[in-house]
């Protein structure tokens, strides 16, 4: 099985930061990208931000509501995703859930895998 753990997020005033981390683990044989999603009462489940694998070259892709705000990083070991988010607004208000693309023991092909979701809010 694979488990995404997330930590951070929580109530902050417009401006203010905060930082989203998550972590892959269980039986996975490759993980192809890392990312955040999230969704807004009411709305679709949006990308936030990616990135790929080594890979990959790590590239990163963000949603234009987010650039220039938010950075998303991976660790060395290329299992943990952490999404620094800058200059929060109300409208970044949301339950955000880590992503995994990856080749795992149940998908050899690969699959994409989501976290529980954490909840931001961005209120004064």
């Known amino acids: 099985q694979v488990q995404l753990v997330e930590t951070g997020g929580g109530a902050v005033q417009p401006g203010g930061s905060l930082r989203l981390s998550c972590t892959a683990s269980?039986?996975?044989?490759?993980?192809?990208?890392m990312g955040w999603y999230r969704q807004a009462p009411g709305k679709k489940r949006e990308l936030v931000a990616h990135?790929?694998?080594?890979?990959?070259?790590?590239?990163?892709n963000y949603a234009d509501s987010v650039k220039g705000r938010f950075t998303i990083s991976r660790d060395n070991a290329g299992n943990t995703v952490t999404l620094q988010m800058n200059s929060l607004k109300p409208e970044d208000t949301a339950v955000y859930y880590c992503?995994?693309?990856?080749?795992?023991?149940?998908?050899?092909?690969?699959?994409?895998?989501w976290g529980q979701g954490t909840q931001v809010t961005v209120s004064s």
């Open positions: 992503n995994l693309e990856a080749m795992t023991v149940q998908d050899p092909y690969g699959g994409d895998y």
């Open positions: 269980g039986s996975i044989t490759e993980i192809y990208s």
């Open positions: 990135i790929t694998n080594i890979i990959g070259g790590g590239t990163t």
